[in-house]
């Protein structure tokens, strides 16, 4: 049985909800879902795959736009 995702927003997000939720309680899978359409689709990533965009977002890797 695969478990009901626990949503969370980043603690950083307070610019009035253009915010993105995701919930780390899915083994093996990152689910990712607009804040403001909670009953619309999620996007999910594999766990190493989300690991890796989250480590090159802190190093810079983006850029900033």
């Known amino acids: 049985m695969t478990p009901?995702?626990?949503w969370f927003k980043s603690s950083?997000?307070?610019n009035g909800g253009a915010c993105v939720e995701?919930?780390?309680n899915i083994l093996g899978?990152?689910?990712i879902r607009d804040s403001k359409d909670p009953e619309g689709p999620?996007?999910?990533f594999g766990?190493?795959?989300f690991a890796a965009f989250i480590h090159g977002v802190?190093?810079?890797v983006f850029g900033t736009a």
């Open 12 to 14: 950083y997000s307070s």
């Open 42 to 44: 999620a996007l999910t």
């Open 58 to 60: 802190k190093k810079g």
């Open 29 to 31: 899978s990152v689910p």
């Open 47 to 49: 766990a190493e795959g």
């Open 22 to 24: 995701v919930a780390a």
């Open 4 to 6: 009901t995702p626990e």
